[in-house]
């Protein structure tokens, strides 16, 4: 399987999914505005009218990558939440995944995390309300943790951005160079959000 079908296997046809792949990599390189539609055309291998085949505009290209990776984010969380009850595991899991996503995807989630304000006001608004289902999702697990007594912050929606937060960053320094793999990274990011809601963290082995 190419790296674009797997980064997003229902977009087709495949010739679209270069121009996304290419889209990524030159606006994760120049950023988007410095990015013309015949960088990304020239990257997939197209002319440059080939991109309008595919997408109406350069902005409409980020769009579908910007909804596409929060969509997949926001299912892994939903995902992890559906499978356990108990607050502590579904921060701890939640982090790992969201981490490792955005390790292994370090350049598409650079763009979809950092090129937001780029998209139209009607687009925007649709990624927003993904990242706000995200954030509100974790914090109802922050909320009952905290009625549980599991955990120990006074404001949960704070808490939710800052345990996300450490998944979004690591998109900006990340690389395929980084001697820690996008799993063991969330690990390690795990434990730090659960230490960062003063849960009880169990000692290492």
């Known amino acids: 399987m190419s790296l674009s079908a797997e980064l997003w296997p229902d977009v ?3 010739a679209a999914r270069r121009l996304m792949l290419a889209a990524v ?19 997939a291998g ?4 080939a991109l309008y085949v595919h997408f109406p505009s ?12 929060h969509e997949q984010t926001l299912g892994l969380v939903q995902n992890v939440v559906a499978t356990s009850a ?25 763009v979809v995390q950092y090129e937001l304000a780029a998209l139209p006001e ?12 995200i954030e509100n999702t974790v914090r109802e697990v922050i909320t009952e943790g905290v009625r549980a007594g599991v955990f120990q912050v006074r ?8 345990v996300l937060s450490l998944g979004v960053d ?10 820690t793999t996008p799993d063991e990274l969330g690990r390690e990011y795990g434990e730090l959000a659960l230490r960062m809601l003063g849960a009880a963290v169990p000692p290492v082995e």
Do not use: C
């Not at 350069?58 to 990776?69: D, E, N």
């Open 170 to 179: 690591v998109a900006r320094w990340y690389t395929s160079r980084n001697r």
């Open 46 to 49: 197209m002319s440059p009218a």
């Open 86 to 110: 108990e607050p502590a595991e579904v921060i701890r899991r939640v982090v790992e995944d969201f981490v490792a996503w955005h390790a292994r995807r370090h350049l598409v989630a650079r």
């Open 25 to 43: 990599e030159s606006f994760a390189r120049r950023g988007y505005h410095a990015t013309t539609t015949r960088d990304i055309a020239g990257a």
């Open 58 to 69: 350069k902005a409409a290209l980020l769009f579908t990558i910007s909804r596409s990776g």
């Open 122 to 133: 009607r687009e925007y608004e649709i990624v927003a309300d993904l990242r706000r289902l």
């Open 12 to 14: 087709q046809p495949d």
């Open 155 to 162: 404001d949960p929606r704070m808490a939710a951005r800052a």
